[in-house]
C-alpha cells in the first residue's frame, strides 16, 4: 500500500511563524469512474497506484488546524461523527465515516473551546461537518458569502446545520487576512463560492490550500478531468491550472484536504508528465 491508497494521518509542518496540522476524520471511498466521468479503465489501469485493492479512489476527510503563537484556526473542520459507514457504490460512494476529528485535535495539544474560528472552503457536509456540533459551537463560521448564499445547494445543508452555523456565520471575501498570514483565496468552478486560503509564513514560504480544486493527486497528472455534478467543470479546470501554475513557485507547498495520505507535497515534472510528491 502506497500513501496514495490509505486514509490521511496526523502530520504537521511548519510554514516559517505558522504551526499547520493536518486533522484527520474520516475516509471517503469513492468509485473513480463516477467521480471522473470521462475516464475510462484504461485510465486506471495507468493510474492504478491511486486505488486501494478493491479499485476505490481514496478519499480523506479532515481539517486543517493553523496555530500561531496562543491562537489557532481551523480551515475544514471534516464530516463529523458519523462513525457508522455510509456505502452506497451506485451512487458513487463505496464507503463514508467519520468521528475522529476532536480526538486527533486533542492529540495535537488543542481542545475545540481553543479554536477561535473554523473557515470553511464550501458547503458540502465532509468540509464543515464538526463546526455544525455542540463542540464548536463558540467559534465563528468563516464562509464566502456567495456560497452561504446559494447553501440550499450544498451537500448535507439540513435545517439544523443552518441553525447551527447561522449566529456565528461572517462573510469572507478573496484577499481578506482571516488569521495572521492566513488570506482567503477564490477558487470558482466546484461550488457557487469556493474559497481556499493562501498561507504566509512570512519567511518566504507559502501554503496553498485549494479544497477541491483537486480531490485526488491523479488530477495533478490529469487537470483536464472533469468532476461529476460541478455547476462550472471549465471554470473548475481553469482554476485547477491556475493553482499548478503557483504551485511551480518552489517556495510554495500545496495542501490537498482529499489526498489520501498525502496532503502536504508539489507537483513535479517527470518524462511521464507532472506528477505530485507528497511531502515526506
Ligand atoms: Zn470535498
Do not use: C
Amino acid at each position: 500500500m502506497n500513501r496514495f491508497q490509505v486514509a490521511g494521518t496526523v502530520r504537521t509542518h511548519q510554514i516559517g511563524r505558522l504551526r499547520v496540522s493536518y486533522v484527520p476524520d474520516g475516509l471517503v471511498k469513492m468509485v473513480p469512474g463516477f467521480l471522473f466521468p470521462a475516464t475510462t479503465p484504461e485510465d486506471w489501469v495507468a493510474g492504478a497506484r491511486f486505488l486501494d485493492a478493491d479499485g476505490w479512489l481514496t478519499v480523506s476527510s479532515g481539517g486543517l488546524l493553523v496555530e500561531h503563537e496562543r491562537r489557532a484556526i481551523l480551515l475544514e473542520s471534516g464530516y463529523g461523527p458519523h462513525p457508522e459507514p455510509v456505502s452506497s457504490p451506485e451512487h458513487g460512494t463505496a464507503l463514508m465515516y467519520g468521528g475522529a476529528f476532536v480526538d486527533n485535535l486533542r492529540e495535537l495539544g488543542r481542545r475545540p473551546d481553543q479554536i477561535e474560528a473554523v473557515a470553511i472552503s464550501h458547503l458540502h457536509l465532509e468540509h464543515f461537518g464538526w463546526a455544525a456540533q455542540p463542540q464548536f459551537a463558540h467559534a465563528e463560521v468563516l464562509l464566502s458569502e456567495a456560497e452561504w448564499a446559494a447553501r440550499d445547494a450544498g451537500f448535507g445543508v439540513t435545517p439544523q446545520v443552518v441553525a447551527a452555523l447561522e449566529p456565528r456565520f461572517r462573510a469572507i471575501t478573496a484577499g481578506e487576512e482571516i488569521f495572521p498570514g492566513v488570506t482567503a483565496l477564490a477558487l470558482p468552478g466546484h461550488t457557487a463560492g469556493q474559497t481556499g486560503f493562501v498561507l504566509d509564513g512570512g519567511d518566504g514560504t507559502r501554503l496553498l490550500v485549494f479544497a477541491d480544486v483537486m480531490h485526488s493527486p491523479i488530477q495533478v497528472t490529469h487537470p483536464g478531468w472533469h468532476l461529476v455534478g460541478e455547476p462550472d467543470p471549465q471554470r473548475s479546470e481553469q482554476t485547477r491550472r491556475e493553482i499548478l501554475r503557483q504551485l511551480k513557485d518552489e517556495s510554495t507547498i500545496g495542501f490537498g484536504i482529499h489526498f489520501a495520505d498525502a496532503q502536504f507535497g508539489r507537483p513535479r515534472e517527470t518524462p511521464d508528465g507532472l506528477i505530485w510528491e507528497p511531502l515526506p
